[in-house]
Structure formats: C-alpha cells, structure tokens
C-alpha cells in the first residue's frame, strides 16, 4: 500500500513542533459551525462528532508532525526517490489521525471509498503496516469526515445528505459503535 510506505517514511515521532497548528486546532471548526446555526450538517451528527474529536485530541499518544492531507492526489512517484507526499498541510498529531484524508478519498468516487467494506479493509492494511490503533483510526475517520464537511460549507460548498463526507462518516458511525 503505496500511502501506507509513504506514511511510514516520514513518521519521526517524538520532535516537539511549535510552528504548526495542531489537531485541537483544527477541531474548532466544529464550533464555528455549531455557532452559525448553518442546518445543511444535522446538529447530531456535528454533535458526535465534535465529542469525539474531542476525547481523541486529548488523548493522542506520540503527537507528531503530520502530513494532514495525505492522500492519492498528494502523492507522487519521483524516479530518484520513489513516491512522495506533497502539498503538505501541516498538523501535529498522532499517526492514527493523518489515515483520515485517505479514507476520503477519492472524493470524486464515494460509492467506492465510502463502503464499509472499503473502509475496513483499508483500515486493516494501515493498521498492519504502520501498527495503528484501528478503532482510534475509524473514530477519526468518522469526526473527521463531519469536519470536512463543515469545511466545505464554509467554503462555499453545497452539502447534503449524499456529499462524500456526509456518507462517509454515516458509513463508519456503526463501526465506532461496534467498537
């Protein structure tokens, strides 16, 4: 798995990073959208989502700098180096969180990335190659997803029921519940 490697090579857990938001930082979006009373996201769902990210961003363990948008399109092969990422966005976090980005992807496909099958097959392969804790892993995924929708509503976007995000995050909600 080409983002698993990639992952794995520019892991370099352990270094304190000042310059760079962290997760907590990003998480406030959530109530940025819960304040503007904007109802294209239901309130449950933001809810769950912003108590979750919560928990986790309190309780990461090896906080690190992370990509914080890696995946298929972030990547290319270079003939020297092999693949690698690029358009970094830089976010310090732990190394379950960075799987999120390509668990949404690609966005222009959700009825393939956003089955649960999918979902958890690609889970499986990051959390054996990079010894991830699986259930941290879809329980970012989820939160993470409802984020991503809120950005896109504040970035303009049209968001309902069927938006790639939106599905997503319903898709693995049951997997957190199982867990």
């Given at each position: 798995m080409i983002l698993a490697d990639v992952m794995q090579r520019m892991s370099c857990g352990g270094a304190s990073v000042t310059f760079a938001p962290s997760v907590q930082d990003w998480g406030m979006g959530f109530e940025r959208y819960l304040t503007s009373?904007?109802?294209?996201?239901?309130?449950?769902?933001?809810?769950?989502?912003?108590?979750?990210?919560?928990?986790?961003?309190?309780?990461?363990?090896?906080?690190?700098?992370?990509?914080?948008?890696?995946?298929?399109?972030?990547?290319?092969?270079?003939?020297?180096?092999?693949?690698?990422?690029?358009?970094?966005?830089?976010?310090?976090?732990?190394n379950e969180f960075e799987v999120g980005a390509s668990l949404r992807n690609p966005v222009e496909r959700p009825e393939l990335f956003a089955s649960r099958k999918t979902v958890e097959r690609?889970?499986?392969?990051?959390?054996?190659?990079?010894?991830?804790?699986?259930?941290?892993?879809?329980s970012w995924c989820f939160a993470q997803a409802v984020?991503?929708?809120?950005?896109?509503?504040?970035?303009?976007?049209?968001?309902?029921?069927?938006?790639?995000?939106?599905?997503?995050?319903?898709?693995?909600?049951?997997l957190i519940a199982e867990s």
């Open positions: 009373r904007d109802t294209k996201i239901p309130n449950d769902l933001v809810e769950r989502a912003r108590h979750l990210y919560v928990q986790l961003s309190a309780s990461q363990r090896s906080v690190r700098l992370l990509h914080g948008d890696l995946h298929h399109c972030n990547v290319l092969f270079d003939s020297d180096r092999g693949w690698v990422a690029i358009d970094p966005k830089g976010v310090v976090g732990e690609r889970l499986s392969l990051y959390g054996a190659r990079l010894l991830l804790d699986v259930d941290r892993a879809v984020l991503s929708a809120i950005w896109s509503v504040e970035d303009g976007a049209v968001v309902h029921a069927t938006h790639p995000a939106i599905r997503l995050a319903n898709e693995v909600l049951p």
